[in-house]
């Protein structure tokens, strides 16, 4: 990407890339690093790409392991050249900063190319998440069925199905917009790197490749409890539980814990004044956590929970 500065005029940022085309056959993206704070994805994809035998591939696999890759050097969400949230500039701007820039080159030029795209993310700093592969509602029913297949050959212990807050400019939306097949993923997060989840993220890989038979194998889709990807939804706004004020909010949950509607979520202290009491903060929903928060402090209108619920097929 160009990135002219004092000092480096014709300068570029090179973006690391691998492409292993083996000529007839289906065409795959596999994205990471989309936030800078989200590190199994940059592992996996990137260990992946070099375990690949180019001989083998039949069909094209493009791999960025690390997309925002200042941001991702740097370990924050946001880009530090141009302070903008990659996964909100999508379909980008080829004479826009930085990241628009990148998201313009791959929706121009990397989306239309494939038939899959799995964008593998995990919560980052401020969450950390039920280890899942995630979808969004689309309005086809067989979009649907051939989205959740896919999910299940990724093999997340969860897939849900989701309503989200800021949605159309995802890498995810510029898969669905150029008709491809779209999954992304929330696997660990509270900024560190989780063991189990980057285990997750190269099987998941492996398998979306077997199942597309750009690799021969065939997919390890097994959980540990001996069923399959549970399937789950985020309907709507009120699976969000948003902090009503600023403070220091105190969790009473973790994820995938079930919990009901009345039931205490958590305190929302004020430590700037010791005597006050802390605000109770209940659920909304049944349900069972997808999100949880991971930074303490938060501010009015953060996230501090997210429910997720089976998915009841419509
Ligand atoms: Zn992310």
Redesign the pocket.
């Known amino acids: 990407m160009p990135q002219s500065r004092d000092g480096g005029a014709w300068s570029v940022i090179e973006v690391p890339i691998a492409i292993i085309n083996g000529g007839k056959g289906p065409a795959v993206l596999f994205t990471g690093g ?2 800078g704070d ?1 590190y199994e994805s940059q592992i996996a994809i990137s260990r992946i790409a070099r375990q690949i035998d180019p001989q083998s591939v039949r069909g094209k696999i493009i791999m960025l392991p690390a997309v925002d890759l200042p941001a991702a050097v740097a370990g924050r ?1 946001m880009c530090p050249i141009d302070g903008r949230d990659f ?1 909100r500039c999508m379909p980008g701007d080829a004479r826009g900063s930085f990241c628009q820039m990148l998201a313009h080159y791959i929706e121009t030029t990397i989306m239309p190319q494939v038939e899959v795209s799995v964008d593998i ?4 700093n401020s969450m950390e998440a039920a280890l899942c592969s995630i979808m969004h509602w689309v309005d086809d029913a067989k979009v649907i069925e051939r989205t959740h297949v896919l999910a299940e050959h990724f093999a997340a212990p969860y897939n849900v199905m989701f309503w989200g807050v800021d949605e159309t400019a995802t890498v995810s939306a510029s898969a669905e917009r150029h008709g491809a097949l779209s999954i992304s993923t929330e696997i660990g997060g509270y900024g560190r790197v989780r063991p189990d989840a980057v285990r997750i993220a190269e099987r998941g890989i492996s398998n979306v490749l077997k199942w597309m038979k750009i690799v021969d194998g065939k997919p390890d889709i097994s959980q540990p409890n001996g069923g399959r990807t549970k399937q789950m939804q985020v309907r709507d706004q009120r699976s969000y539980l948003f902090a009503p004020s600023d403070g220091l909010f105190e969790p009473l949950f973790l994820p995938e814990q079930e919990i009901r509607a009345g039931d205490l979520a958590g305190n929302l202290h004020f430590i700037e004044e010791w005597a006050r009491e802390p605000q109770p903060i209940e659920f909304q929903i049944d349900g069972y956590i997808w999100m949880a928060p991971g930074s303490g402090r938060v501010k009015k209108g953060d996230v501090m929970a997210v429910i997720m619920q089976d998915y009841d097929g419509h």
């Open positions: 989309v936030h989200e969400r996964n993310h995990s919560a980052g």
